[in-house]
């Protein structure tokens, strides 16, 4: 992809008359259209705001002062001996009104005929479906390493001291992913207090980073202690997870291995792909992102897919990392014509990102069916991998059983093969929840627990499979067709 700063001026050069930047950077967005003001010599830049009005135009400053259509009217009669880029702030805010959205239709044929152009900047905003077409849109993304160097440089260079190399490698590449004003803020917080930029402050820009995930409606931060040890059976899945987190270190690099994309856990409820999630990322040593699909195309129309651009730049500004896309089946199964197409949208972008990204974010997404499952997903390429988490064996069972176990009572033996027939058909949650029956038995009776209690505890649940059975078989079926890889070693 070219540099963003040729898109832009191929934009200005081409005259596109209306030009939205999805960014939540105003400042840089303007620094940067400053500058190509000065590249595109000729080019005056000029700025319009509801409190100051006109900024940068000689003899009309302060013009259009809380009126918003004073400034279109301006730029609608500007002649063409001075080509103008005009940013326009806040402008979302007055769309609503229908003078103003005729307005723009008008300009967008309008300004054509003239080197004038009008920058939106905006990270959520998105025209309605009428104006769309008048749009230009371009992506801001973060800042880039490179940017980033330069600017701690500054900083620090304005302070004074100069930044050691090292120091400086770290401090950017724990920057990546922050916004420049978030950087600009934590430096301005560190020479407060230390009066310059030292190692210091990593924790502080891995806490900034931490909180900005806070602050997302859709990513949630997990604290985890499984690891790889806490799941029973999946041993085929495991010894894949081994050989893919060798993958990402520098020696996989200059072998020439690519970075792991990520995986697809595909099984019944229960059979433990969350908690594989966990504990690749707590085996790892990666945080884990969880992201709410639900919540990515909760409110308005359309807001989504800027939800889920800002949504990925968070999680790259963590990377190393997990990113967990639970019930991925569920987020994107949504009917196109319902939505006015906003899932196949998002899921579009999710997928060019994936399919692009640079980044050390490993993608683990979960799936209860497929029957909701876009067929695109599944293509091959998509993700490194598709498991089948399938219900577990009888050896598998066995395993699941005694972890449990050990986890809960781990001074207490107790004989468990008289369970494998009796629990044909239960998941890991149902085999979890049979131990934690058992020993409420026990307790109760205020004894030890025995395998009596396991037992009658087994007979009494019934097990998602008797009450699913059509759609696990269905699962069973599709898996056995070869399109994805069974998670266990089948011995039995
Ligand atoms: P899923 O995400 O597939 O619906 P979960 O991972 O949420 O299932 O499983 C719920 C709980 O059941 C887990 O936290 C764990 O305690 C238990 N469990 C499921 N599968 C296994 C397994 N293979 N080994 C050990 N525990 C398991």
Same mark, same amino acid.
């Given at each position: 992809m070219k540099p963003w700063n040729d898109q832009f001026d191929l934009l200005i050069k081409s005259r596109a008359p209306l030009i939205l930047i999805r960014s939540t950077e105003e400042e840089r967005v303007e620094s940067l259209i400053k500058q190509a003001s000065k590249r595109l010599n000729s080019r005056r830049y000029s700025s319009w705001d509801y409190i100051d009005g006109l900024q940068g135009v000689l003899n009309s400053e302060r013009l259009g002062v809380r009126q918003p259509m004073a400034v279109l009217e301006w730029i609608k009669k500007l002649d063409s001996s001075i080509p103008t880029i005009l940013l326009i702030k806040d402008f979302d805010r007055f769309l609503d009104d229908a003078g103003i959205a005729r307005m723009l239709k008008n300009l967008a044929y309008k300004l054509r005929e003239t080197p004038h152009s009008i920058v939106f900047c905006s990270g959520s905003w998105r025209p309605s479906i009428d104006l769309e077409d008048s749009f230009t849109f371009l992506d801001l993304p973060y800042p880039k390493e490179s940017e980033l160097k330069i600017l701690l440089e500054n900083i620090s260079k304005a302070t004074g001291y100069s930044i050691e190399r090292d120091v400086l490698e770290e401090l950017t590449r724990a920057c990546s992913g922050l916004s420049e004003m978030k950087v600009r803020q934590m430096a301005a917080r560190a020479l407060a207090q230390r009066g310059k930029l030292s190692r210091d402050d990593l924790n502080e820009v891995l806490e900034e980073k931490r909180q900005s995930i806070a602050r997302s409606e859709v990513l949630e931060y997990c604290n985890t202690v499984a690891t790889q040890g806490d799941i029973g059976g999946l041993d085929s899945l495991k010894a894949w997870l081994d050989q893919r987190h060798q993958a990402f270190s520098e020696e996989a690099k200059s072998f020439g291995l690519p970075l792991p994309r990520g995986v697809l856990l595909i099984g019944p409820q229960g059979t433990g792909k969350s908690l594989t999630a966990k504990a690749i990322a707590h085996s790892w040593s990666m945080p884990l992102l969880r992201l709410d699909i639900g919540r990515l195309f909760a409110g308005i129309v359309g807001a989504s897919e800027a939800r889920t651009r800002e949504t990925i730049q968070r999680a790259e500004s963590m990377a190393p990392c997990v990113l967990w896309i639970d019930e991925i089946d569920k987020g994107f199964g949504g009917d196109a014509r319902s939505d006015g197409g906003t899932s196949q949208r998002v899921l579009a972008n999710v997928l060019t990102w994936m399919a692009e990204k640079t980044s050390p974010v490993f993608v683990v997404a979960t799936a209860n =069916?497929?029957?909701?499952?876009?067929a695109e997903l599944l293509?091959? =390429?998509?993700?490194d991998e598709i498991f089948m988490l399938e219900l577990p064996s009888a050896q598998e069972r066995l395993s699941i059983i005694k972890l449990h176990l050990q986890s809960r009572r781990p001074n207490v033996e107790i004989p468990i093969d008289s369970l494998v027939d009796r629990t044909e058909g239960f998941s890991g949650a149902e085999l979890e929840q049979t131990v934690i029956e058992a020993m409420h038995f026990a307790f109760a009776e205020k004894r030890e627990l025995i395998e009596s209690d396991l037992i009658l505890a087994a007979s009494q649940l019934v097990p998602l499979s008797r009450t699913a059975k059509e759609q696990i078989e269905f699962l069973q079926e599709w898996a056995s067709t070869g399109r994805a890889r069974p998670a266990s070693l089948r011995i039995n």
């Open positions: =069916g497929i029957d909701r499952l876009p293509r091959k =390429g998509r993700f």
